[in-house]
């Protein structure tokens, strides 16, 4: 049984992986800024995962005020990654912002056991910086006035926080359903990010409505609810099965797929320097999935 429960949760991720690969061709592809598209993307999300529970008749009840917490904080932690993400995307392109992602399993690697005092292996150690290696490669010019090198940074950053949601995520999802934990954590990121896209709306500069209108919509709408809401809830349910470090590396094949959909979707074709990091970041990620495989 577990075996059978881990390797659903190996599919889950992967699943979840691809539909976040999605996640560039609409920021491309949206004609608004990255905060706005955090905030519509998170709130739609949200209030599908509302309604989805009240359909099924699902508990919303937290059993103590430390859990209230540590959900918020994932929230919160989860509102400033998405906003960084996207941010990444809009200033660098879609394979700069998937690469950088690429170095999730490097920080957790680090983190996870520092939280859940499991066994810091060599092997993980290694494997956590040829990704990071792949990453390196892409940078053209190291400097703050390039928008590539800026992009990386704010890559890096956004995907540092993705880690310590996933490590939070980790002991959520021993004690709550997927769903209510991404329920919490999306309205909670709306509602963090409610006066920081308020403040946008004021400008005077302002001209456009508030309201997302036309193709902007609908595209927002399928941001909020397959690539976010299905997505996130496929990839916590996954982490009570299997550890946040093998989830961090196989997260990394959502470079793979965001630069595979921005060339079909978008006709942006990776520099060599993008294609050899993904190559080194898909090498790394086929070794480790038959070493899991061996190892069964």
Known sequence: MQHNQKTKAIIFVNLSVLLFGLVGVFARSITLSALEMTFWRV??????????MLITRQNFSVHSKKDALIIAGAGAVLAIHWWSFLGTIQM???????????????????????????????????????????????????????????????????????????????????RYSSTLTAFYEQATAAFVLLPLVFSEWLEPARQAAILPPGNNLVYLLMLGIITTALAHTLFISSLKYISAQLAGVLSSMETVYGIVMAVIFLGEIPSTREIAGAVIIIGTILYTQLHQQEQK
């Open 43 to 52: 709130l739609f999300s949200s209030i599908s995962l509302a309604a989805f």
């Open 92 to 174: 660098a392109g879609v394979a700069i912002g998937t690469i950088t992602f690429s170095s999730f399993p490097l920080f957790v690697t680090f983190l996870e056991p520092l939280v859940f005092h499991t066994k810091l292996r060599l092997k993980n150690i290694i494997i956590a910086l040829i990704i990071l290696f792949g990453v390196s490669i892409t940078v053209p010019e190291l400097s703050l006035e390039n928008k590539y090198s800026l992009g990386i940074l704010t890559g890096m950053f956004s995907t540092f926080l993705y880690a310590v949601m996933a490590i939070l995520n980790k002991f959520l999802s021993q």
